[in-house]
């Protein structure tokens, strides 16, 4: 979809909307289907190619809507009210287009979790490619069991934040299930790819995982926030999350027939989130998709040959996906001299990590609109800048000397 697709389709969704709430007390308040009626209507998996926007208007009102409860019927009176008004509806259309995440680099998820859980959190060392491996998780545990502490719990990584390096699962795996330890495996970039078959051999050992999540927002068409969790049995969820005050008890809760996943999460909603997945898996198709992912990996090889071509560089990390990971041959400082010149121009936008102690810079192909022209004038800026540093370090050396 082009932008003079979006424009057209756009405001045949508003018309579409508008139309809706305008009819809405003409509509049945509570849907009278069954569990599980939706399944054998839609497909068990995307379609190859494109569908049309027509075909899934059509779908919405045919297959989706005989399963909605109306909450914003005049004659919807349960719970409380779910707030909705026009100039939210325009302006939530304009977050997604922005995409603000609202945050500044402070990640960190599982070192806080840690802190929630009121639990030890302990970092295994890595190999030569900053991946875990057997041999120092073995022995981390062996040491924590050592010191009367009891390991519970591993996450495996595919795609680290730093540098998008692989934890080994094929290792990793039957050492948590020999352990009787929760492996969960945090996908939340990398996993996109692996639409892509030439990229599936990095979950090799999967199937020892206990849970797995990735983020479609992060890197297939699903604007934010969109994060896809898969737990290898519910009962460890709704086990311990699972409560019934009597408003909201009804009738199919112990039919075993419905996913009600207010008991596997602390808060009690959720946003209707597969919707904007089921129509980008449909208006792209696998394939399209799958472009889309090859497409950014192909962009950060052609950064990474700009790198290996300059001697004045280094590439500090293999490159799998779409990250890059560079740096001036030199000190960290003339490497955080290179990213404030970098920054403070405004022209392009980077952010640092350390590997093995030392200051890098990571080059992420992220824009849906990036080209192999941005790529190529991204580098020559960088190059520049990089040009004007040493000079003015040479500068400095001559006159100290």
């Known amino acids: 979809m082009n932008a003079s697709d979006f424009r057209r389709r756009g405001k045949e969704m508003v018309d579409y909307v508008a139309d809706y709430l305008e009819g809405i007390e003409g509509r049945q308040v509570y849907p009278d289907v069954q569990p599980g009626y939706l399944r054998p209507l839609i497909p068990a998996t995307a379609p190859q190619e494109p569908d049309t926007f027509e075909d899934i208007l059509q779908d919405v009102e045919k297959i989706i809507m005989p399963g909605v409860t109306h909450w914003h019927s005049p004659y919807f009176f349960a719970y409380f009210p779910t707030a909705s008004s026009y100039p939210a509806m325009l302006a939530d259309m304009l977050c997604g287009a922005i995409g603000c995440i609202g945050f500044s680099w402070a990640h960190s998820s599982v070192e806080r979790a840690g802190l929630i859980g009121g639990v030890k959190l302990k970092a295994i060392p890595s190999d030569g490619k900053f991946a875990m491996r057997a041999s120092a998780l073995q022995e981390a545990l062996e040491r924590d069991k050592a010191a009367g502490l009891i390991p519970f719990f591993v996450v495996a990584t595919l795609g680290t934040t730093s540098c998008c390096s692989f934890d080994n699962l094929l290792e990793v795996g039957p050492i948590c299930h020999e352990e009787d330890i929760w492996l969960h495996v945090d996908a939340a970039y990398a996993g996109s790819a692996f639409i892509c078959p030439e990229f599936r051999h990095l979950l090799n050992g999967v199937e020892f995982a206990d849970s797995f999540n990735f983020n479609p927002h992060k890197w297939l068409l ?179 000397s």
């Not at 926030?225 to 999350?241: E, H, I, N, P, Y």
């Not at 779409?322 to 403070?344: H, M, P, T, W």
């Open 222 to 400: 699903v604007n934010f926030d969109c994060s896809a969790m898969w737990v290898k049995r519910r009962t460890d969820l709704t086990g311990a999350f699972k409560l019934d005050p009597v408003y909201l008890k009804h009738s199919h809760q112990d039919s075993g027939l419905i996913t009600d996943y207010r008991h596997w999460q602390l808060p009690l909603g959720r946003r209707f989130r597969s919707l904007k997945m089921w129509f980008v898996f449909r208006m792209y198709g696998v394939k399209g998709l799958q472009a889309y992912i090859r497409k950014h990996v192909q962009l950060s090889h052609e950064f990474e040959a700009f790198v290996l071509q300059d001697p004045r560089f280094e590439v500090c990390a293999e490159v799998t996906l779409g990250l890059v990971c560079f740096r001036l041959k030199g000190s960290d400082g003339l490497n955080e001299a290179l990213l404030e010149r970098i920054n403070s121009a405004r022209k392009i936008h980077l952010v640092p990590c350390r590997l093995r102690g030392q200051f890098v810079l990571r080059f992420a192909i992220c824009s849906r609109k990036v080209e192999s022209g941005h790529v190529r004038l991204a580098w020559e800026h960088i190059r520049g800048l990089a040009a004007e540093l040493l000079a003015a370090e040479e500068g400095k050396a001559e006159i100290k």
